[in-house]
Structures are given as structure tokens and as C-alpha cells.
């Protein structure tokens, strides 16, 4: 029982540790659509990518861009 509880221990240590040292829950990037650059977040865990746009804020990559855009959210990556 005590070498369970010490693994049990150690686990939570560990996943505190992960959670509170990991630098953020999100990888940043960046794509490129006819010469503009918009930031690209991506969740660590999940893969879920938001795109930063301008007067819009942050969107799910897999929601339709504003009307007015021309590109589509996945033309031209880099």
C-alpha cells in the first residue's frame, strides 16, 4: 500500500509540476493569405487552432472568414 500511495504521490507531483511550468496551453504560428501574415494558435492537447483576425478577434480555424475576405482560412500556409 505505501508503494502505491508514493507512485500516487509522485503523479501528482508530476502532473502540478506540468501544469504549472508548461509554458503555455497554446503553440503559436503564423500563415500567410495573399502577402498577409495573421497569427495562428494551436491548443497543445487538443490540436484545436484559433486564427487572430483583425477587428474580429480570435477564430476557430474551422469557421468561414468575414464576407469581405477573399481567402479562405486555409490557402497559402506556410
Known amino acids: 500500500m ?3 500511495l508514493r507512485r500516487l504521490f509522485f503523479l501528482l507531483v508530476l502532473i ?4 504549472y511550468v508548461w509554458p503555455s496551453a497554446y503553440r503559436y504560428d503564423h500563415m500567410t493569405v495573399d502577402g498577409d501574415v ?3 494558435r494551436i491548443h497543445r492537447i487538443t490540436g ?3 486564427i487572430l483576425m483583425p477587428e474580429q ?11 469581405s475576405q477573399d481567402a479562405a482560412p486555409g ?3 506556410t
Open 2 to 4: 505505501g508503494r502505491f
Open 16 to 19: 502540478g509540476l506540468a501544469a
Open 38 to 40: 495573421y497569427p495562428v
Open 48 to 50: 484545436h487552432a484559433d
Open 57 to 67: 478577434g480570435w477564430i476557430p480555424s474551422e469557421q468561414p472568414w468575414d464576407q
Open 75 to 77: 490557402d497559402g500556409r
